[in-house]
């Protein structure tokens, strides 16, 4: 296979280094010779003389020097990532082969309310015809997801899409649509608007509310729906990033909430909430399958056939 390889890429990994990764990420981390060098070990002169070698290795300058230290050109950039993710994926590979028995560690990133309402039937398939299969579940708001994916510490994102798409530097993402979720307003048992017949949203605007992050789908979906109703979105009494504390915040007598409906399911049939019949109702929310376009990662192989894609 490396046969198959251009020239000049036969060329540029022969000289290179993983030491040479590393020194390139120490660097940005730093911001100096000096900082990269106290990390490393290494003397100034020796990793400037390293620094060298990298740069004659890509054939173009990497980093830029000024009195304030060192910072990465646009292909400097493109080499940093390019050097973080082989890092990365060097230490998981470690990790794989050193484990007893060999495993394929599956690391996957999601939302709180795709990891609790949909994940465990996703990894009941994934585990259930390869004992040799672990996996690593990462919940956490997506625009952190996004960058742990883009870091190369995570194979997978199974997420609601941010507004904007992120491209790192020489790096693209590739997303396959899964399903739409939909979302559900919910109010504590006895509350007015629960024992409405229909209720709009300049209504609701008058209510308490539990709000999730400025950053989530959720949020953005209900700012819009107030915006196109005429009124202010109300300010949260309480923010909270877990659908599951808020259904148990709204629960509590709080105030309302619009939450995943796969995360309220059980609150309802228990009665510990009601959910208020709203008009227009929030629109559903995409969710997919988020991963690094290149290189290829066969653990993904596994995911996307337990996700049913082909």
């Known amino acids: 296979m490396a046969d198959d390889l251009p020239t000049d890429i036969r060329r540029l990994v022969a000289r290179l280094r993983f030491r040479h990764?590393?020194?390139?990420?120490?660097?940005?981390?730093?911001g100096s010779l000096r900082a990269a060098a106290a990390v490393l070990n290494l003397t100034q002169p020796a990793l400037s003389k390293a620094l060298g070698e990298v740069e004659g290795a890509f054939?173009?300058?990497?980093?830029?020097?000024?009195?304030?230290?060192?910072?990465?050109?646009?292909?400097?950039?493109?080499?940093v990532r390019g050097a973080a993710l082989?890092?990365?994926?060097?230490?998981?590979?470690?990790?794989e082969t050193s484990a007893e028995p060999a495993v394929t560690l599956l690391r996957i990133g999601a939302p709180p309310f795709v990891a609790q309402g949909h994940l465990p039937e996703v990894f009941t398939r994934l585990l259930a015809d390869d004992s040799r299969v672990r996996v690593q579940l990462q919940e956490e708001r997506v625009p952190l997801l996004?960058?742990?994916?883009?870091?190369?510490?995570?194979?997978?994102?199974?997420?609601?899409?941010p507004p904007e798409m992120p491209e790192a530097a020489g790096q693209a993402l590739r997303y396959e649509r899964l399903f739409e979720a939909d979302f559900a307003v919910i109010a504590p048992p006895g509350h007015p608007l629960a024992r409405a017949r229909q209720v709009d949203w300049p209504r609701l605007a008058g209510a308490r509310w539990i709000m999730p992050a400025r950053s989530s789908?959720?949020?953005?979906?209900?700012?819009?729906?107030?915006?196109?109703?005429?009124?202010?979105?109300?300010?949260?009494?309480?923010?909270?990033?877990?659908?599951?504390?808020?259904?148990?915040?709204?629960?509590a007598g709080l105030g309302l909430s619009a939450v995943p409906e796969?995360?309220?399911?059980?609150?309802?049939?228990?009665?510990?909430?009601?959910?208020?019949?709203?008009?227009?109702?929030?629109p559903?929310?995409?969710?997919?399958?988020?991963?690094?376009?290149?290189?290829?990662?066969p653990r993904l192989v596994l995911l996307r056939e337990a996700l049913g894609l082909r």
């Open 217 to 251: 789908m959720v949020r953005r979906m209900m700012e819009e729906v107030f915006r196109r109703a005429g009124v202010v979105t109300p300010v949260p009494v309480i923010e909270s990033t877990s659908p599951v504390t808020n259904v148990r915040l709204v629960a």
């Open 59 to 79: 054939g173009c300058q990497l980093f830029v020097r000024s009195a304030r230290g060192l910072a990465p050109t646009p292909r400097g950039e493109i080499a």
């Open 262 to 282: 796969a995360t309220v399911r059980s609150a309802l049939s228990l009665g510990l909430v009601k959910r208020v019949r709203v008009r227009p109702a929030i």
């Open 21 to 30: 990764l590393q020194l390139l990420v120490a660097l940005r981390e730093g």
């Open 146 to 161: 996004m960058q742990s994916l883009l870091d190369g510490r995570l194979d997978a994102l199974i997420t609601s899409l």
């Open 284 to 297: 559903p929310g995409p969710v997919a399958l988020v991963y690094r376009a290149a290189p290829d990662n």
């Open 86 to 95: 082989l890092l990365a994926e060097l230490a998981h590979v470690g990790a």
